[in-house]
């Protein structure tokens, strides 16, 4: 079995500062990209970030110099920086990551989601 767990969500005020981290774990072989994805009540899931094994990143336009998504494959997490963070940033916000497990089986996998709130 895979999982990811995700941490560090919470209470912030605008324009300050929150560091999400999601760790995989269990029979993994190799993960590919890993991602953040949010949903605010109403809205669509959207992309956030994601990043390659490698390190390539890619972000939603409006996100970009506010966050930035970095991995450690030594300890299968991924990370999200986020600053200025702005009352629409509110959101519940949910690991991505795409694995390969030691039985040989590619699948995508999501975390529970860890709420992030920005008060005004």
């Known amino acids: 079995q895979v999982q990811l767990v995700e941490s560090g969500g919470g209470l912030v005020q605008a324009g300050g500062s929150l560091r999400l981290s999601c760790a995989a774990s269990g029979k993994i072989f190799v993960i590919n990209n890993m991602a953040w994805y949010r949903q605010a009540p109403g809205n669509q899931r959207e992309l956030v970030a994601v990043?390659?094994?490698?390190?390539?990143?890619t972000y939603a336009d409006d996100l970009k110099g506010r966050f930035t998504i970095s991995r450690d494959n030594a300890k299968n997490t991924v990370y999200l920086q986020m600053s200025v963070l702005k009352p629409e940033d509110t959101a519940v916000y949910y690991c991505?990551?795409?694995?390969?497990?030691?039985?040989?089986?590619?699948?995508?996998?999501w975390g529970q989601g860890t709420q992030v709130t920005v008060s005004s």
């Open positions: 990043i390659s094994r490698g390190g390539t990143t």
């Open positions: 991505y990551a795409s694995i390969e497990t030691l039985q040989a089986a590619w699948a995508e996998y």
